[in-house]
T-cell receptor, first 119, second 113 residues
Framework: ETGVTQTPRHLVMGMTNKKSLKCEQH?????MYWYKQSAKKPLELMFV???????ENNSVPSRFSPECPNSSHLFLHLHTLQPEDSALYLC??????????????????FGPGTRLTVL | KNQVEQSPQSLIILEGKNCTLQ??????????LRWYKQDTGRGPVSLTI?????NTKSNGRYTATLDADTKQSSLHITASQLSDSASYIC????????????FGKGTKLSVIP
């Protein structure tokens, strides 16, 4: 296990539903991320939180709404999704981005993902 | 535009055989290159991370090489096992400490008995 957990692991929802994905990290990290992974496409960065502050919103539609109540928890609230939003949603965490990392890189640790199907 | 291209897209090999996966990138500037293993339905797990000054790095039966001049990397798997069946993703970072990563589409490896 990587120290990053996600729930639920699988989710099926209709286009009018509202649901939330949850991510929790037990690594003492200060940065958390949401990625979308669609079939035969590279991982797409959606949101970044650094020390609980959102530092990146990669042109994500407003039907995806992130929430980061503390450095250990990250949520992705979903509403009125489209079938093309069906994908594997991955959460990741790393040391915080304070300008220098010491090692020259911030290794990201990924959770197992939530497989989302929108009907 | 920063890009990472991987080849082949998919590969089938017999258990016990070796294989090499390729990664070409156009990311600039360059800070580090990572190889991840992703089992089906799971999140990626880091295998190796190499910075500009490193030419090769091993993790058990996995050996990654990096040629920063030609912007190429390879991942060599020795004596493959059934558990090596997974997608292998090449990821490049442009700046030290940055969260911005450029991901390849991955190579899907299937190891058969």
């Amino acid at each position: 296990e990587t120290g990053v957990t996600q729930t639920p692991r699988h989710l099926v929802m209709g286009m009018t539903n509202k649901k939330s994905l949850k991510c929790e990290q037990h690594l003492g990290h200060n940065a958390m991320y949401w990625y979308k992974q669609s079939a035969k496409k590279p991982l797409e960065l959606m949101f970044v939180y650094n020390f609980k502050e959102q530092t990146e919103n990669n042109s994500v539609p407003s039907r995806f709404s992130p929430e980061c109540p503390n450095s250990s928890h990250l949520f992705l609230h979903l509403h009125t999704l489209q079938p093309e939003d069906s994908a594997l949603y991955l959460c990741a965490s790393s040391q915080g981005h304070s300008g220098t990392s010491g090692r020259g890189y911030n290794e990201q640790f990924f959770g197992p993902g939530t497989r989302l199907t929108v009907l | 535009k920063n890009q990472v291209e991987q080849s082949p897209q998919s590969l089938i090999i017999l258990e016990g055989k070796n294989c090499t996966l390729q990664c070409n990138y156009t990311v600039s500037p360059f800070s580090n290159l990572r190889w991840y293993k992703q089992d089906t339905g799971r999140g990626p797990v880091s295998l190796t991370i190499m910075t500009f000054s490193e030419n090769t790095k091993s993790n058990g039966r996995y050996t990654a090489t990096l040629d920063a001049d030609t912007k190429q990397s390879s991942l060599h798997i020795t004596a493959s096992q059934l558990s090596d069946s997974a997608s292998y993703i090449c990821v490049v970072s442009a700046r030290a400490g940055s969260y911005q990563l450029t991901f390849g589409k991955g190579t899907k490896l299937s190891v058969i008995p």
